[in-house]
């Protein structure tokens, strides 16, 4: 059973930093799609960022690009999610995911992922 666990989550003033980390366990594909998406209170869940689990392609949201930078390190079967430049809005429940498909088309669907992170809390005050 594949497990994702998030971590790093917190409270931070406007154009803070924060990581967050997302330990995998379980997994058996040896390839496939990671991501981070987040919800704020009342708004649907988003995308955040993505990347596969080979290659050094990445994909963010127009909100982020140029402040968050998703990284992995197989070795431990965790990825990250570096965030500069934290804004009020980026306020928001962090969540983790990840497919065995290369959603090459779909990465920013959350839909699409068959497993989930329980969520960890960013709070960036003004």
């Known amino acids: 059973q594949v497990q994702l666990v998030e971590s790093g989550g917190g409270l931070v003033q406007a154009g803070g930093s924060l990581s967050l980390s997302c330990a995998v366990s379980g997994r058996t594909f040896g390839s496939g799609t990671m991501a981070w998406f987040r919800q704020a209170p009342g708004k649907e869940r988003g995308f955040v960022a993505a990347?596969?689990?080979?290659?050094?392609?990445?994909y963010y949201a127009d909100s982020v690009k140029g402040r968050f930078t998703i990284a992995r390190d197989n070795a431990k079967d965790t990825f990250y999610l570096q965030m500069n430049s934290l804004k009020p809005e980026d306020t928001a429940v962090y969540s983790c995911a990840v497919d065995p498909r290369i959603l090459s088309s779909s990465y920013s669907n959350y839909f699409v992922y068959q497993h989930w992170g329980q969520g960890t809390q960013v709070t960036v005050s003004s």
């Open positions: 990347m596969y689990y080979t290659g050094a392609s990445t």
